[in-house]
C-alpha cells in the first residue's frame, strides 16, 4: 500500500498541527502516516482471526521437572477493542503481556452491530464477573483502545464496576468526545461519543468514591481525536494520569512496543494515588 494512497484520510489532522503550510509536512508525520498504513495492511489480513471469541483454555499442570515459565503477580487482564474492530488488534500486545509474565490476559469481542455504550458496558461487566468466577480473582485490570476504553470507563464509573476493575489503560479513547467525522454520524454509537452526547455528560457527572485508577495513553497525531486533548481524562473525582505519546497514530497506539512497555508499567503499579504524569516518547 502507497502512502501517498491514505495521505488524504490525515489532511486535516495536518491542517490542524500546521495551518497555511501543508506542503512542509514535517518528517514526522510522514513516518507516523506510512506506520499507520502499514498496520492498517497487517491488521486487514489478521481480522478474520479474530471474528470469533477467544477459546478459554483450562490450565494444566506442568508434569514434573517441566520448567515453568514465571508468571507474574495480580488480576487477569481483559482487553476491549474499537469501533469496528475485534480482538485480532490485540496480537501483539498481548505477546508483550505474556513476555512479560502475564499468563492471564483474555481479549473480549462485543457485536459490530452494537448501537449503545450502556448496553455494551453492561455485557462487558457480565464478561468480567464469567472471569472473575472462573479465575478465582475479585478484580481485573482492563486495557480498552478507542471506543473500548470508553465502554470499560462507563462500566467502571456509572455501572458499580470499580468494584472490579483496579486498573483502567485506555488508548486513544474519545473521554470528552470526538468531533471527527462527521458524516459517521449515522451510527447510533458513533453521535454518543460526540462532545455533549448524553453518555458523555454522564461520565462528566460526580462519581465520589470511585476505586479505581485510571491511566490515559493520548497521541498527538491521533488523526480520530479531534480535539487531540479528548484522549486525556480530566475528572476531579477519578485518580487519572495521562500519558502522552509522539510521533504515533491511532492505530498504533495497541501495536508500538513503547506503549506496551508503558502499559506493563501502569499494570504494575500496585495501589492508586499517585497522580504524576508520565510519559512516553515514540521516535
Known sequence: MKVTGVLPLFLPLCRRLWPGRLAGLSVTLLKA????????????????????????????????????????????????????????????????????????????????????????????????????????STQVDIVGHSLGGLIARYYTQCLGGDLRVRTLVTLGTPHSGT???????????????????????????????????????????????????????????????NVRVSGIGHLALPVHPAVAAGIREALDAPLPGDRTAGGVTVA
Open 33 to 136: 502516516t506510512a506506520l499507520e498504513a502499514a498496520i492498517l495492511a497487517g491488521h486487514l489480513l489478521l481480522y478474520p482471526t479474530g471474528l470469533l471469541q477467544e477459546r478459554r483454555p483450562t490450565a494444566l499442570p506442568a508434569a514434573d521437572g517441566t520448567a515453568r515459565l514465571p508468571v507474574r503477580p495480580g488480576p487477569p487482564v481483559v482487553l476491549l477493542h474499537g469501533f469496528i474492530d475485534n480482538r485480532s488488534v490485540f496480537v501483539l500486545l498481548r505477546r508483550a503481556l505474556a513476555q512479560d509474565g502475564r499468563q492471564r490476559v483474555e481479549s473480549l469481542n462485543y457485536s459490530p452491530l452494537t448501537c449503545d455504550i450502556r448496553i455494551a458496558a453492561e455485557l462487558l461487566g457480565r464478561h468480567i464477573e464469567e472471569i472473575c468466577e472462573r479465575t478465582g
Open 179 to 241: 468531533r471527527v467525522a462527521p458524516l459517521a454520524n449515522a451510527h447510533p454509537i458513533v453521535r454518543q461519543m460526540r462532545p455533549g452526547s448524553a453518555v458523555i455528560e454522564e461520565l462528566s457527572r460526580p462519581a465520589p468514591g470511585c476505586r479505581t485508577r485510571f491511566v490515559s495513553f493520548w497521541s498527538d497525531l491521533d488523526s480520530l481525536m479531534d480535539p487531540l486533548e479528548t484522549a486525556c481524562l480530566e475528572h476531579p473525582d477519578l485518580d487519572a494520569q
